[in-house]
C-alpha cells in the first residue's frame, strides 16, 4: 500500500488557474499542502495563498513545510462548505482562484487510528475532523436501521447488492457492536459470494458510503462549490478534481447550470428568469491524470479535473 500521499494532477490545476504573483488563491482543501506549496513557488514574490482544512492532523502536517512562505499563506481549521464565510473572516472580499482536491488523503487512509481502510484492522471511525461531535461509522453501522443503510449504500456507494450487505450487518448485531474495519470488511465479503472476481474489494463500496455519509461530503461539496462562485473576482477560476462518480456529477452539473444560466422551460420563447450565465467552463470533458502519472501514482486513476472561469461583468 502506498504509505505517503502525493498530490494530483498537480501541474494540470495549478496551469489551468494560472498562478500569478500578487494574487490571491486559496486551495480548500490543504491535505498536506503539496498543492498549496506549489502555489506558493509559482505565485512568489508576493502571491498569497489560504489553505482551509478541516483535519487538525493534516493542518499540523502540512504547516510544518511552510517555513520559507509563512509570510505568504494563511492557514484555516474549517470545512470548506464555509469557504466564502471562512475567506471573508480572513480578511479577503474576493480571490483569484479556488482549488478543491476531494476525497481521502492517502496519509488518513494509512493511519490505523482514522478507521477508512479495511485494509489495516482499527476501530470504526472515518471522520475527517476525529474532534467533530458528529455520529462515526461505528455509530451507522451498530445504529442504523433498515431504512437509513439502504440510503447510505444506494446513494453514496452506489451498492446494487444493498439488501445483502444491510441483512449481514443486521445479522451480525444481534450477536454485538461491529467493531472494526477488519470485522466489517469480512462479513461485507462473506455476504457478497463471488464478487472477489471484480477488481474492487466487495466492502469498497460500503467503505465509501460510510465515509461519505459520517462527513456530509456531498453535501458539504455543494455548498462548497456555491461559496466559491460568490468568493471568485470575475474572470476568477474554480479547479475541482474528484475522485468518484458522485462528487463528479455534482460538479458537473453545477458547471453546466452556471453556464447556462436562463432556467426558464424550454417552450417558452423569452427568457422570463432572467437569470445570466456566472460561468463559463473551461473543461468540456473531464481531464484525466496522464498515463506516466497514473503508472508511478496509482491514487490518480480515478482523478477527474474539471474547472471554470468566472464570467466578467
Known amino acids: 500500500m502506498q504509505t505517503r500521499h502525493r498530490p494530483v494532477m498537480r501541474e494540470e490545476s495549478l496551469s489551468i488557474l494560472d498562478i500569478r504573483p500578487g494574487r490571491v488563491y486559496v486551495d480548500a482543501t490543504l491535505g498536506d499542502g503539496g498543492h498549496a506549496e506549489m502555489m506558493l513557488k509559482k505565485s512568489s514574490p508576493d502571491g498569497i495563498i489560504i489553505g482551509i482544512d478541516r483535519d487538525p492532523e493534516a493542518i499540523a502536517r502540512a504547516s510544518e513545510r511552510f517555513g520559507p512562505f509563512r509570510n505568504r499563506?494563511?492557514?484555516i481549521k474549517g470545512n470548506f462548505r464555509d469557504l466564502c464565510g471562512l475567506i471573508r473572516e480572513a480578511g479577503f472580499d474576493s480571490v483569484d482562484g479556488v482549488l478543491m482536491d476531494l476525497g481521502v488523503s492517502m496519509i488518513q487512509v494509512v493511519t490505523p487510528s482514522r478507521g477508512f481502510s479495511f485494509m489495516l484492522d482499527a476501530p470504526l471511525d472515518m471522520r475527517m475532523n476525529p474532534e467533530e461531535p458528529v455520529p462515526t461509522a461505528y455509530?451507522?453501522?451498530?445504529?442504523?436501521g433498515i431504512d437509513q443503510l439502504r440510503k447510505i449504500l444506494v446513494e453514496y456507494g452506489e451498492e446494487k447488492r444493498w439488501r445483502s450487505v444491510a441483512s449481514a450487518i443486521l445479522k451480525a448485531r444481534e450477536k454485538g457492536p461491529v467493531r472494526t474495519t477488519r470485522e466489517l470488511a469480512g462479513l461485507i465479503e462473506k455476504a457478497l459470494p463471488g464478487a472477489r472476481r471484480y477488481k474492487i474489494?466487495?466492502?469498497?463500496?460500503?467503505?465509501?458510503a460510510l465515509r461519505i455519509a459520517v462527513n456530509d461530503e456531498l453535501n458539504a461539496l455543494r455548498e462548497?462549490?456555491?461559496g466559491a462562485v460568490k468568493i471568485l473576482k470575475s474572470g476568477g477560476r474554480l479547479c475541482v478534481i474528484s475522485f468518484h462518480s458522485l462528487e463528479d456529477r455534482i460538479v458537473k452539473q453545477f458547471f453546466h447550470a452556471l453556464e447556462k444560466g436562463c432556467t426558464c422551460p424550454p417552450d417558452i420563447p423569452?427568457?422570463?428568469c432572467g437569470k445570466l450565465p456566472v460561468l463559463r467552463r473551461m473543461t468540456k470533458k473531464p481531464v484525466m491524470a496522464s498515463p506516466q502519472e497514473v503508472e508511478s501514482n496509482p491514487w490518480a486513476r480515478s482523478a477527474k479535473l474539471r474547472a471554470a472561469e468566472k464570467i466578467e461583468r
Open 270 to 272: 423569452v427568457c422570463a
Open 201 to 208: 474489494h466487495p466492502a469498497t463500496r460500503t467503505f465509501q
Open 73 to 75: 499563506i494563511q492557514v
Open 224 to 226: 462548497g462549490l456555491e
Open 139 to 144: 455509530d451507522l453501522v451498530n445504529g442504523a
